[in-house]
């Protein structure tokens, strides 16, 4: 059986398996954000934009 994680292994118990592991979990987790938010997708439309100030000649109103 191998050590948990956070038991104080070193960095020489990292073996060539556990390097091509994290990558391809780390490369799926990367696909899967690309899938989720992809890229170049412009999202907020003309219609979605907040309209400027009204004026900023106008006192504001007291009451």
Do not use: Q
Request: glycine fraction near 8%; aromatic fraction near 6%; charged fraction near 15%.
């Amino acid at each position: 059986m191998t050590k948990p994680i956070g038991t104080g292994t070193s960095l020489k118990d990292f073996t060539r398996r556990d390097f091509l592991a994290s990558s391809a979990l780390t490369a799926a987790l990367f696909a899967a954000a690309l899938m989720l938010f992809p890229a170049g997708v412009n999202t907020a439309g003309k219609a979605s934009e907040a309209p400027g100030p009204a004026s900023s000649n106008s006192p504001m109103p007291r009451h």
